[in-house]
């Protein structure tokens, strides 16, 4: 986990007001020191400034030495050929540094340690940017490249790690959060329909791409930038592509464990303590369980790490989504794992006061209370922890969520996960539902989605629909999870890694047939015998239930209290979009926690929440419309 952030003008000499310049990338670092609280450094040249933050997962320490010119320690790293200089700042892991240190030349230091950052400059000088098609990591890089005059910005093949641009007349700026690029003079926040649309009738999915604000992008995933005087070119190095799948189930069995195990394995590396976080379901598990035993090689325990809400026992509500509680099954892995196993708890307040809190880690409004409640969670983690592995992905990669099992979903022409746009209408007044065009925004938002999926020739119909099902997860929902897990833990200097979004896995899996996916019904059927042997048959076989939420009374009155003070406040911003008559009436009815309006778990009452984060967000960054 780090930050990045820079600015880029092909024909102004920066170096004229040099310290104006290195004080405004080291305004950039301040702004994301959360992501990387141990190092920072800048780079600054005529035409182009970057800035770097860095969370220490390796013990590499600084130093002089250089391979062929390449600096070894501090990022940036950095290169000079004659009159000219070559830099690169790289937000994230690299997880295949072995194997690049024998593709990139000269780049294994004659058994000096090298950074990853140094180790992908080297890439960058013999390959150019195709040197991104050798790399194996969850990364945002940029590097400048003095001799073309050229800024490149890649972003790794799933989008684990984000990277933001935008301009400013004929100045090009990027950073890993939003909030670095107000720091930047001319920069405001502003909205447009556009943006009202993706947070109203998508929110809190984003559009691939889209950054929300007026004006702001996001590299998308799999895709990288190149800005020189000519202009700004985007191109895509990676796609999933759809071939025959020709291995019997018996070996593809045999890959997918394989190819588990290796991305865990991979991702377990680090010089610091790794712990994991565990719910008790099966994707969490497997990943904690071949932590455990790679770490009993090196006579070393897993720490594990599970969440619950403060009387959860007595609050649950069993329903479709969510028909266990995580704790019993906790309970049989903490034993079976022989884990240091911390339970971490959270409270009605405590998420209530998340709301805001993440509204500052992500810069946007998000999934509400799951998103403020694992913000809260991360922060405990990371008391103690610097690097945590995690489950998530694995829903989308082999087809976990109820959508991927029922007709109803697979034949539904829109977003499984936001079925009815009547529920996000609930609150809002006629002429702001009519003046974005919310139903058709959504159809045409979902038409260029489908049109992107790889199909494969001669497949059937019905083939065709779960490969465009499985590919707006994996591009849609998939990202909103990424975004999450990545800002809660990076709020507090956690890296968080996601093995099953290891590309080589999420390719070979796409292709797997649904009948082998999930044979005879069984829900993520391959991963589960996959997992033979490594897991208790009562967790390998867990009906799936999603992260947890709380079903605390107390929680939804402090969410109709809060809503109540808004609408009575007549500077709260979203009164331009609430309509007080159906905010009344909706906080009269009983909340609904079995028709979720996205996902799996947003309902009633996280439908408040989310207004409550619009209005905070709307008014902390002074948004214009």
């Not at 609050?315 to 971490?344: R, T």
């Not at 079995?594 to 002074?622: C, E, F, S, T």
Request: hydrophobic share 35%; glycine share 6%; with cysteine.
């Amino acid at each position: 986990m780090s930050a990045i952030g820079g600015f880029y003008h092909y024909g102004k000499n920066f170096m004229e007001r040099e310290e104006y310049y290195h004080n405004l990338l080291k305004r950039f670092n301040r702004k994301l020191r959360h992501r990387g609280p141990d190092d920072s450094g800048t780079y600054l040249s005529a035409h182009c400034g970057l800035s770097q933050t860095r969370l220490a997962t390796s013990e590499l320490e600084p130093s002089q030495d250089h391979i062929h010119g390449v600096s070894l320690g501090h990022e940036p790293a950095f290169l000079r050929e004659g009159d000219f200089s070559f830099a690169l700042v790289m937000d994230g892991e690299i997880y295949n540094k072995e194997e690049l240190k024998s593709v990139f030349p000269g780049s294994t230091g004659q058994g000096n340690p090298i950074s990853g950052a140094s180790l992908l400059l080297s890439g960058y000088l013999a390959f150019g940017p195709d040197f991104i098609n050798y790399v194996n990591g969850a990364f945002s890089i940029a590097i400048y490249d003095q001799k073309e005059n050229s800024l490149y910005l890649f972003r790794d093949r799933l989008g684990i790690k984000p990277l933001f641009y935008t301009k400013s007349g004929e100045d090009f700026l990027f950073a890993s959060e939003i909030k670095a690029l107000f720091e930047f003079p001319g920069i405001t926040a502003k909205l447009d329909k556009d943006g009202l649309n993706q947070v109203f009738s998508i929110g809190p999915a984003r559009t691939p791409g889209n950054g929300i604000f007026q004006g702001i992008r996001e590299v998308r995933p799999g895709h990288f930038l190149k800005v020189t005087p000519e202009g700004t070119k985007e191109i895509r190095y990676w796609q999933l592509k759809s071939l025959p799948h020709e291995d019997s189930y018996e070996k593809t069995i045999e890959k997918t464990a394989f190819l588990i195990e290796d991305a865990i394995k991979r991702q377990l590396e680090a010089d610091v303590p790794v712990c994991s976080l565990l719910s008790g379901g099966v994707d969490s598990s497997l990943v904690s369980a071949i932590c455990a035993r790679e770490l009993k090689k090196k006579n070393r325990q897993l720490t594990t790490y599970s969440f619950d809400f403060q009387d959860s026992e007595k609050h649950f509500k069993a329903n479709a989504f969510q028909p266990s509680l995580d704790a019993p099954y906790v309970k049989i892995m903490i034993e079976y794992l022989d884990s240091d196993h911390h339970i971490l708890t959270c409270d009605s307040k405590q998420q209530f006061d998340g709301l805001f809190h993440s509204i500052d880690a992500h810069d946007l409004p998000n999934m509400a209370d799951v998103d403020s409640s694992l913000l809260y969670f991360c922060s405990l983690v990371s008391e103690n922890h610097k690097v945590a592995l995690t489950g998530e992905c694995a829903d989308e990669v082999f087809g976990g969520y109820p959508w991927f099992h029922k007709p109803e979903f697979l034949n539904a022409d829109t977003f499984p996960w936001t079925m009815d746009l009547n529920a996000r209408k609930v609150l809002l007044k006629d002429d702001v539902i009519n003046d974005l065009d919310m139903e058709e925004y959504v159809a045409n938002t979902y038409e260029t989605a489908v049109k992107e999926t790889p199909l494969l020739e001669g497949e059937s119909e019905e083939a065709q629909k779960r490969r465009r099902l499985s590919y707006l997860n994996l591009r849609w929902f998939m990202q909103t999870l990424l975004n999450r897990m990545d800002r809660d833990s990076g709020s507090c200097g956690l890296a968080a890694r996601v093995p099953f979004a290891d590309y080589r896995l999420v390719e070979y899996i796409w292709n797997v047939p649904w009948d082998m996916k999930a044979r005879n019904g069984m829900v993520k059927g391959l991963l589960r015998e996959a997992g033979r042997g490594l897991l208790p048959d009562e967790i390998l076989f867990r009906k799936k239930s999603p992260y947890p939420k709380t079903y605390d009374t107390a929680y939804e009155s402090m969410l109709v209290r809060q809503l109540n003070l808004i609408m009575a406040d007549p500077s709260s911003p979203i009164l331009r979009f609430l309509d007080p008559e159906k905010v009344k009436r909706f906080l009269k009815s009983p909340s609904d926690y079995g028709k979720p309006w996205y996902g799996q778990l947003m309902a009633a009452p996280q439908m408040m929440a989310y207004m409550i984060q619009v209005n905070d967000w709307l008014r902390k960054y002074r948004i214009t419309i």
